[in-house]
């Protein structure tokens, strides 16, 4: 998508043909710095200490980190050193391992001769997969949108909540709970998002920045107003996206999503689950007992970050100091709690059979 006149992805090879490079999403919104991935321990830390972030660019991340450690030595002990080292980088998002599970074995099979090009191939493959994926999740969430667009009075605003970042910067290109949303916009619907902040990491401003250069009319509220506006009838649709779907429907994404589909039922307002397929776990039934919540580090929790009048980067403690945090990344809604899951193949209830329609080939 567009930042100003120029087109980005989220993450990209340089001119050279090995760098890979991103753009740090720990400076965005204030900044726009590209940074240099040189190594598997580039790319590694970047995931960890989220200069990238949301499941599929993680996922696209540690694909191209296998390709940097391929740079070094093409060895079988090489690769499943660069498996090791990128697996255990965040545990929540399942796409991390599915891109490496795709890549790593394919690469066994090459000839070490060969591997260093087969990698760059096979995650250049992996990446535009993801940006064909969203454009299409794009497409069939845009009807979602026309269909309430129709039940509206002729230019009536459609309001749209999301929780988090699941935009372009969180895929390699499009978004997915975003994507619908700049379709609508791109074909003349008028739509508002309501834009959750996402406390801590505040998510919320990396969609505002999207939004906001997209041109779409947007609105940042607390992590507590979602609630309060269904009850006044000022959301007809929540779309979010999702870090690991379980096998049932159960969706884990950013920590909030669960009590924002808990009001939206209680206020019969439609809860979308925008899903690329790299992010269903079929191996999990049930979310909440399964899947393992990252805990991060509680100074994210006791201290807001951004840029001070001086114009440095500055972490402001908000807590006494000393103050026990608990900073859980992610939480589990239940399949009952959501509408849809709005996939690359189409729309689909979240059930095992829903799911299974769809994807069982
Ligand atoms: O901790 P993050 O910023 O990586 O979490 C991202 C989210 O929870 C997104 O909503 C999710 O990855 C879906 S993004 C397409």
Known sequence: MKIGDKHYRSVWVA??????????????PYELEILDLNTVTDAATSIRDMWVRGAPLIGA??????????????????????????????????NLKWALDRICPALKEVDPAERLTAAYALAGEIADEDVQINNQIGENGLKIIREIAAKK???????ILTHCNAGWL?????????????????EGIKVHVWVDETRPRNQGGLTSFELGS???PHTLIADNAGGHLMQHGEVDLCIVGTDRTTARGDVCNKIG???????????????????????????????????PIEQRDGKEQSHVFGIGPDGTRTWVNTAPEGTTCGNYAFDVT?????TGLITERGVCEASPEGLKALFEK
């Open 61 to 94: 991340v540690a694909a191209y980190g296998v390709a940097l450690a391929m740079k070094k030595d093409t060895s079988d002990a090489n690769l499943q050193a660069a498996y090791d080292e990128l697996i255990v980088t965040r545990p929540t998002a399942i």
């Open 15 to 28: 001119e050279d043909g090995r760098t890979v490079q991103i753009l740090d999403q720990t400076k965005l």
């Open 153 to 159: 009075q002729p230019g009536e605003t459609i309001n």
């Open 214 to 216: 997209h041109g779409v």
């Open 334 to 338: 239940p399949a009952e709690y959501v």
């Open 170 to 186: 969180a895929t390699v290109d499009w978004g997915t709970a975003l994507s619908p949303i700049y379709k609508a916009y791109n």
């Open 257 to 291: 999503t669960y009590l924002k589909a808990l009001a939206a039922k209680a206020n019969g307002v439609p809860f979308y689950v925008a899903l690329p397929s790299p992010t269903i776990d079929w191996t999990v039934w049930d979310g909440v007992k399964e899947i």
